[in-house]
Nanobody
Framework: QVQLVESGGGSVQAGGSLRLSCAAFGYDISRYSMGWFRQAPGKGREGVAT???????TYADSVKGRFTISQDNVKNTLYLQMNSLKPEDTAMYYC?????????????????WGQGTQVTVSS
């Protein structure tokens, strides 16, 4: 059974930074694409960033240059470093696992999700 466990959310002021972590169990993150999604109140879930099995990363336009997705294959953990945070980044953030090794932010099709971690950015 695959389990994804996120951590690292919190409340920060605009311009601040946070790093989210997603530990994977029962799933080898080095073999597949993984991603971070977010959902703000009253809005749909949107893709934020993905990383594939070769380490190729893709990002939503709204976070390019501010967020960095990475992974540690030894720890089997996915990360999202978020810098220069804005109030519009406020959302519940979810990590997601894919069955494809090559998917990008346009094609990722998660088969399982973490429980989510809240990020709140105040102005």
């Amino acid at each position: 059974q695959v389990q994804l466990v996120e951590s690292g959310g919190g409340s920060v002021q605009a311009g601040g930074s946070l790093r989210l972590s997603c530990a994977a169990f029962g799933y080898d993150i080095s073999r597949y694409s993984m991603g971070w999604f977010r959902q703000a109140p009253g809005k749909g879930r949107e893709g934020v960033a993905t990383i594939n099995s070769r380490g190729v990363t893709t990002y939503a336009d709204s976070v390019k240059g501010r967020f960095t997705i990475s992974q540690d294959n030894v720890k089997n953990t996915l990360y999202l470093q978020m810098n220069s945070l804005k109030p519009e980044d406020t959302a519940m953030y979810y990590c997601a696992a894919d069955r494809s090794p090559w998917d990008t932010i346009r094609t990722i099709a998660p088969f399982t999700w973490g429980q989510g971690t809240q990020v709140t950015v105040s102005s």
